[in-house]
């Protein structure tokens, strides 16, 4: 399935795309009762496999159902996973962006986080700090939704503990990124998080280790490259991550970048994002995640 957050007055809402369209499935709750229909994204997430049959249940018969089918340009987009209670993100573990980059392989998955302020979703404007950086890059990365609690998962079972998966971009400060050896002042401002169009169902990704990727800016493609160039794997990455902390359903893992980032580039030759630029990251099976870059005025 493909889970979409719909957020509209402030509030944020469960969609499902079918046909082409979206169905709100709060507006439908209130038209056709179902009490073991979730509402809400999160309840979604964290009901698991039970939600998501109702859910599948359900939306067949809306479907034969008029009027419940929503146009995708009529709805305004949420983060497809709204409340997530960790942000995890993986550095430099694309084998050409750690070469791009003059680092060294890393031995062990990089860790650092991002919070909720990041959050935004497809179509939303985020706003550049310009008062306190001119250097925002981009960066193309998959999104892994966890389903369930985990806690010292091996790899061999790591992906059992998967819900689904999402686009991201994880724009960055570079000059914040690098004022300490700590980078979370350049990953964190707001709204440097969009997530989305659609949370993915697992099942609809037997391999997330085996997906084109790739980031545009203005229609001009930066990153093209494919999931299988990760130095740790998603499995590995869950598995790691649960050995240290206890990963709950609705936690967020951003799996790292691929080449083509703009601090990759000779200094000379960096043009970092500025108001009026469009970025898109585009994953396989996973859609097209697009938002504007806007002024602080």
Known sequence: MKLVTIEKDGQFSLGVKENGGIIDIRSALERLPDPA???DPMD???GGEGALDSLRRYTERLLREEGLLLREEDIGYGPCVPRPGKIICVGLNYRQHAIETNAAIPEYPILFNKFSNALTGHGKEVVLPEAVTSQVDYEA????????KAKNVSKEQAHDYVFGYCCANDLSARELQTRTSQWLLGKSCDGFGPLGPY???AD????????????????EVRQHSNTSDMIFRCDEIISYISRHMTLEPGDVILTGTPEGVMLGYPEHERVYLKAGDVVAVEIERLGKLVNRMVGEG
């Open 44 to 46: 979604a997430i964290a």
């Open 141 to 148: 990365e998959l999104a892994i939704v966890i389903g369930k």
């Open 37 to 39: 229909v979730p509402a």
């Open 199 to 201: 949370l993915v169902t």
């Open 204 to 219: 609809e990704i037997p391999d997330p280790n085996a997906l084109s990727i790739q980031c545009s800016v203005n229609g």
